[in-house]
Structure formats: C-alpha cells, structure tokens
C-alpha cells in the first residue's frame, strides 16, 4: 500500500501501534532513521521509561554499495534482528535506497520464515520503482538481483521532505526510473516529466507500478513490462563492475531504454525517430544515452538474465511512448538486429 504522506512525523504515528518495531537504515541516511525516532518519542504514551522510543526496539544500520548487496549481507542483518530478539511479531522499517529496501524486504521474506515490513525511500528512485512492488533481492558474482524472494512490504511511505537533500546525480537516477513508467504507461505525465518532476508526478509513477503489480504480483505476465531498459540495463552494470566503472542503476536503465527505442525501429514496431526522440529527451534533462561498451560484451550477461529462460529473454519494446509490448527472442536475434 503506498501512503503519500509529506513529513517523517506522519511515518511514525502511522506506525504508533507497531509493538516491535526495528529501523534498518542506510548509514548514508543516518539522520533521517534518527528522525523517525526523535518523532516516535514524540507520540503520547510511546516513550519508554529509559528515554528510548517505546516500540522501537532497535535501529540497524548498514553500509550500501552494489558490492555489498549480498546474501552475506541479508544474513548478517539477521543475524543482528536474532542478537536483538528480535520476534515473529517484528516489524522491519526500511529507510534508504533501493538497495536497503532490497536486503530489508529479503531479510523479512526469511527471518523466523518471514516476518512485516514497510519501506521509507529516500531516493527518487526507490520512491518511483524499487520500494514498490514487493521484489527483494541481492546481487550474485556480480550479476544483479539473483537471488531474492518476493515479499509485499506492508506500506511504502513517499515523503517529499527527504528527498531535499538527494545529490543531484541521484536524482537524475530516478528521474530515468520514473520516464520509464511514464514510457509503458502514461504518455502525457512523460512529458510533464521532461518538464520537472514534481510530488504529484512521483505519487502517479508509483501508483502506476502498484497498480500493474496488484495485477499480476510475482511476474507471470504484464508485471514483465516494468523491466523497460532493464535487460540491457543489467548487462551493462554487470560490464561495468568488471571494469571498475562508476555508473549508476538509473543511467544504466536510460542507455537500456535507447537501446530498447533502437531494437524496436529495427525490428518494424516503432516510427522511425523514437531512438532520436528519446536521445534527445533523456540529453535535456542529464542522462548519459550512449553505452560505453561493445554490444557483444554484453551478450553474455544477458543470456543469463534471471528473466531468461529456455534460451529465450523477455525484451520489452517500445511501440511509442506510454506503450510497450513484450517480445520473447534470443539475445543472439536481438544482437544480429542491433547489428
């Protein structure tokens, strides 16, 4: 359930009934996990007789990188809730990026077999995709999200005020995540987007999510067209992590896209122009459009997205914009048609 709540103060009295509560929180974000507490101690009959925070059992911090998105890292956050005593009855509050609501919803998909939690995104992106919609994950030998488990956080909890402080680079980053959604299924908000992003428009991007997941929650079918860029997106983090190279999940996405735009010209599904359009779109507003590698390094990563299977990857192309449609071909074919 996604609540658009604009103040910290509003998470922690929507959560005053909570009788376990545990902060797991990106050490990036220290003071906002802090911010939750000095509110939750601020609620009539929630303080505890030693000053701490009444249900508040702990707060977990923990140190996020793609690096350390790992199943040593889920089982050492764990490892900590067992330490704290932590209950069945325990409920997990996220608070950070996509990647601590990746290893938090995780965590909560198999501590004591599973346990509540909700997420507080502090990043444009996580708020427009990676807090929403129930997938959890860690990286595998560097190749993204390989082993996971879906599990529904409780809320997600959009709150504007912290994302005042988001360096402009990881705003660009999100800002590809939301012309993603705009580009499956909103063609007019797409624009607005170009524009500048706004709360209205963070709250219509993540309602699109929930709601194309609400109808099909574990990727059977439609829920597939969320992964727009992401096929080629994976595979180029995956080249870049071999090479020591810095970029970003929402810039690889956006490189993912033009690719996407490119193979759906080639193939006769788009106008001709859509590449040139979106290039010049994701250009005005920042985003790197050209991928930095050969399309045959990134061949292999693809053919073993987890998304793959018989030999065949689920692409997901572009007819225009605020319509996609899913496309079952090798990586071979689609290397051939980029070609």
Not at 14 to 27: A, G, I, M, S, T
Not at 85 to 106: K, P
């Amino acid at each position: 359930m996604i609540k658009g709540l604009a103040h910290i103060a509003d998470v922690a009295a929507f959560l005053r009934e909570e009788p376990e509560l545990y902060v797991v929180y990106d050490e990036n974000v220290a003071g906002v996990a802090g911010a939750v507490a000095d509110a939750l101690r601020k609620i009539p009959g929630q303080a505890g007789n030693d000053g701490s925070a009444g249900h508040l059992r702990g707060s977990i911090g923990l140190k996020t990188s793609e690096e350390r998105k790992t199943l040593e890292t889920v089982q050492g956050l764990c490892r900590r809730l067992l330490e704290a005593g932590a209950s069945r009855n325990a409920f997990l509050l996220a608070v950070g990026g996509g990647i601590t609501t990746d290893i938090t919803g995780f965590a909560a998909a198999i501590y004591k077999r599973g346990i509540r939690y909700a997420n507080l995104p502090t990043t444009l992106l996580a708020q427009v995709d990676a807090a929403i919609g129930g997938k959890t994950g860690v990286n595998m030998d560097g190749y993204k999200n390989m082993l996971g488990a879906f599990r529904m956080p409780e809320y997600t909890f959009l709150c504007a005020e912290v994302l005042q402080t988001l360096p402009p680079r990881e705003y660009r980053a999100g800002l590809a995540e939301m012309l993603k959604t705009f580009l499956i299924g909103d063609a007019e908000a797409y624009e607005a987007a170009l524009k500048g992003v706004t709360p209205t428009l963070i709250s219509k991007a993540a309602q699109i999510k929930a709601d194309i997941v609400n109808e099909d929650p574990q990727e059977h079918g439609i829920r597939a067209k969320l992964n727009l860029g992401h096929t080629f997106g994976h595979a180029i983090e995956h080249e870049a992590q071999k090479r020591g190279d810095d970029i970003h999940h929402g810039e690889a996405v956006a490189m993912g896209m033009i690719l996407a735009a490119r193979l759906s010209e080639r193939i006769g599904l788009a106008q001709k122009g859509l590449e040139k359009k979106l290039r010049a779109d994701f250009e005005a507003v920042g985003l790197p459009t050209e991928c930095p590698y050969p399309l045959e390094n990134l061949a292999a990563a693809m053919a073993v997205d987890k998304k793959a299977a018989e030999g065949r990857v689920k692409w997901i192309l572009i007819e225009a914009p605020g319509k996609v449609v899913i496309r079952e071909r090798t990586v071979k074919e689609t290397m051939d048609d980029l070609r």
